[in-house]
């Protein structure tokens, strides 16, 4: 395992050389020409060549054929080089300082997860399941489009490309799909860091005027991945108090203070005893639940938003697809800055079906592959990153043109042509993708309190506001009237949307128990109510507005034309990171007013997924903010930084040890997601290794509940099975239609005494194997004589059993 370890940290560091040719040539507009993210670049085409191929028909999924890929990506950097050669080698022996501290965080971000997830392994509870399920299912495929686990006869229908990526990974070097579980989450949390990294320290390095001007913010730089990864929200801050017991009666377990607070965990009195770190079980859960939708009534709704962050993503250990995009996210935003910078200029325009294209093609190519990369590894990134690139590119030209309206013409010759090559070159996938999301709907009387904000960003907001602060007093050029009425009228937009929408739906069934149950009577009693109720929590939408307002007032104010005398200075930063700004709060104010309808039917995974890039955004402004108030801001800003980030670090310091058990590895050090199972149940376990190295087919086990150890053996196995989770299914396919009787189904199977029903539904759904294990048994009441009459035992050890189906009774 040590050896697969080393492996993938080897081969990951070697993807970033052979890729630095490439990202040499493109990323010639920022410091480190695009070292930072030249494995995230990498690892992103390799996998979208590999896969493009498979999906095509034209290779098999075998470590041959990912290989092969892998040769001709050499190739492609190699030719990307050509000529350029003495130009990388001058940079490198100028530069090695960058490589070296680059390549030690990558190092040291690898290292320290590999030993967070050697001591808490097991893919169990949450989303893991469903992950290693797929990395499993994906291995176990052998063409593409890869095999649902958990609805067999159907590929999967989910945004699954960083999970091709992980075995993908897991074939070219051996690894179970257990063990590329944990390594693909290290490789992702060092690849965010080392992006994070590169991204910071280009920032920086584009204040100086001087080429070498990088080498001064070496040190400065590694406040990027300490943001992005670390910094968290401000919900421990209040866990430690509240384990103080200060503002409690522990004498009436009464508290007027943690009422007002009003966050669901911390309404109940601190357990024994009453120290600074918290006591109570998976503590660390609470602060991805901050934010609480409180209704008309004053009630807490059951479904309140998640607003989970990357800190809290990698304490819980889920690979996710929102975790799973962390690192090439940090490659678009370097992308962007790239752009900002200038790199898509040319005075050779690029010709596309007749229409001439006024910007570099191999730029402009690869920025496709990577856009439409962000469709397929989690497509709630892909609006905001692609905003983000093309708000680049339009400052740019007016930076070099000056502002006129052609100047949105050329952004439309941008954004038209590379979101249609970027879906076009996804197509495979999208054909067959299905979705849970069905419109928008109205957020009506769900405002977003300003404590919850401010105690889930207030650790980045802070160095932000300071930085406009900083701005203020630099009197640095800003359009407040447009500003202002750019806002503005983005707020009364949502509003009539959301008024338009909130008359549509009380016109509905849904929408009059909704009045009813908000103890109103009309339509415009709710919508009057409504609007009381945001005024009482009026401090949420205000802070958004002026973080919008001042953010753009700046950012406008910061495009100017370039000094033409100067062409190829770098572009001042600043705007690039304003425009971070206003997107992350673009971000968060829209689910003020809507979000996006699906089975959950509220605004939970809409907060959830916009949050999350939010702080992906300002996480990184934030770095950047505080860097530059930390040399040269004053000394109240400078203390205040220190304390906010002090204070933003104290989730991660006290919750890693919660959830390892102080790194407990008294089991012994394993990285294996699936090892779990052999020290509970080791002859399940013998059995689903059996059925995992057999002829692939259909596998037969027990149906029940998602977040259970339900669908273990299809999860574990890489068999697809009849049915897994049938909520999940339910989710990723936008209703239960392809799921059908399945679930009765399997249940008459185990427990009718009759062979001719018993075959009728072997034959309907393909099954080759029949598992009958502990959760069989207590799940149906197995009539198993059947079985033993008509079919062949495969596997038997202790009460564990597993049928297998021969083929000639299928046919």
């Known amino acids: 395992m040590i050896g697969q370890m080393i492996f993938w940290y080897v081969l990951l560091v070697f993807l970033g050389w052979l890729s630095f040719p490439l990202t040499f040539r493109l990323f010639r507009k920022v410091a480190d020409r695009g070292y930072a993210v030249s494995r995230i670049l990498g690892l992103l085409l390799w996998g979208f060549g590999f896969w493009l191929l498979a999906s095509l028909g034209l290779l098999q999924n075998q470590a041959g054929a990912i290989m092969l890929v892998l040769a001709l990506l050499a190739a492609v950097s190699a030719w990307s080089g050509w000529g350029r050669w003495q130009a990388i080698w001058d940079w490198v022996r100028t530069n090695w300082q960058v490589i070296l501290v680059t390549e030690l965080v990558f190092l040291a971000a690898f290292g320290f997860m590999v030993v967070v997830r050697g001591a808490n392994p097991a893919a169990t509870g949450t989303e893991k399941p469903m992950e290693l399920a797929f990395i499993n ?254 708000g680049a590119f339009l400052i740019r030209q007016v930076s070099r043109k000056g502002w006129s309206g052609e100047r949105i013409w050329e952004a439309l010759t941008l954004a038209i042509p590379l979101g249609g090559v970027a879906l076009i070159l996804y197509l495979p996938f999208l054909i067959s993708f299905q979705s849970q999301a069905g419109g928008i709907l109205p957020n009506v009387y769900y405002p977003t309190r300003g404590l919850y904000l401010w105690v889930m960003f207030g650790t980045l907001w802070v160095p932000i506001f300071l930085f406009f602060g900083r701005l203020r007093r630099k009197k640095a050029r800003a359009d407040w009237k447009w500003g202002a009425v750019l806002v503005g009228g983005l707020v009364l937009l949502l509003a009539v949307t959301t008024l338009v929408l909130g008359l549509a739906v009380a016109r509905m069934d849904i929408g009059q128990q909704l009045i009813v149950e908000q103890g109103q009577t009309s339509v415009w009693g709710l919508l009057s109510a409504a609007l009381r109720h945001r005024l009482q929590y009026g401090v949420g939408l205000l802070t958004l507005v002026v973080l919008l307002v001042s953010g753009l007032a700046y950012l406008i104010g910061s495009v100017k034309k370039d000094d033409p005398a100067e062409p190829s200075k770098p572009r001042d930063p600043e705007g690039f990171v304003l425009l971070m700004v206003v997107l992350g709060g673009l971000m968060v104010i829209a689910p003020e007013f809507v979000y996006l309808r699906d089975n959950f039917g509220t605004r939970m995974n809409t907060v959830f997924k916009f949050y999350y890039q939010a702080w992906m955004l300002w996480s990184l402004a934030a770095a950047y903010a505080s860097v530059v108030l930390l040399r040269k801001g004053s000394v109240f800003s400078r203390i205040v930084i220190v304390l906010v980030t002090l204070l933003g670090l104290a989730y991660p310091v006290m919750a890693y040890p919660d959830k390892t058990d102080d790194f407990n590895y008294a089991a012994g050090f394993t990285l294996d997601a699936g090892s779990y199972l052999a020290l509970s149940q080791p002859d399940e376990a013998d059995a689903i290794e059996w059925l995992a190295a057999a002829e692939p087919g259909t596998v037969a086990e027990a149906v029940g509940g998602q977040y259970s150890s339900y669908a273990r053996v299809a999860t574990l196995s890489g068999q697809p099975t009849v049915l897994g989770w049938p909520g999940h299914e339910g989710q990723w396919r936008g209703g239960y239609s392809e799921v059908g009787n399945r679930e009765a189904d399997i249940r008459t199977l185990y427990e009718t005494a009759d062979w001719e029903t018993a075959l009728g539904i072997l034959r309907q759904y393909d099954i080759r194997y029949i598992f009958i294990g502990s959760l069989e048994n207590s799940t149906y009441a197995v009539n198993p004589l059947k079985f033993e009459q008509g079919l062949d035992l495969g596997f038997a050890q202790g009460g564990v059993q597993i049928f297998v189906v021969p083929q000639t009774l299928l046919d």
């Open 137 to 390: 299912a994906i291995l176990h495929s052998e063409t593409f489009p890869p095999h649902d686990p958990w609805l067999s006869g159907y590929a999967i229908s989910y945004y699954h490309f960083g999970y091709i990526l992980a075995a993908m990974l897991a074939k070219v070097t051996g690894t179970s799909g257990g063990v590329a579980f944990n390594l693909m989450l290290s490789a992702v949390f060092a690849m965010s860091a080392a992006g994070a990294y590169g991204v910071l320290l280009d920032l920086l390095a584009a204040r100086q005027k001087e080429p070498q001007g990088v080498k001064k913010f070496l040190g400065w730089a590694l406040l990027g991945p300490v943001f992005l990864l670390f910094v968290s929200n401000l919900e421990a801050i209040l866990e430690m108090v509240h384990q103080l017991g200060v503002g409690w009666d522990l004498s009436t377990g009464t508290s007027s203070f943690w009422q007002w607070i009003n966050i669901e965990a911390l309404l109940n009195p601190p357990s024994e005893p009453l120290t600074l770190v918290p006591q109570r079980f998976w503590w660390w859960w609470q602060a991805s639940r901050v934010v609480q939708d409180i209704d008309l009534l004053g009630n807490v709704s059951s479904l309140s938003p998640i607003d989970e962050f990357p800190a809290f993503s990698y304490v819980l250990g889920d690979l996710h697809p929102h975790v799973l995009v962390m690192p090439f996210v940090t490659l678009v935003i370097n992308l962007a800055f790239n752009i900002y910078q200038g790199a898509l200029d040319t005075d050779q325009p690029t010709r596309l079906l007749g229409i001439e294209i006024p910007f570099k093609w191999d730029l402009f190519w690869v920025s496709a592959v990577i856009m439409g990369g962000l469709i397929f590894l989690n497509t709630w990134d892909l609006p905001v990153y692609f905003c983000l690139l093309v």
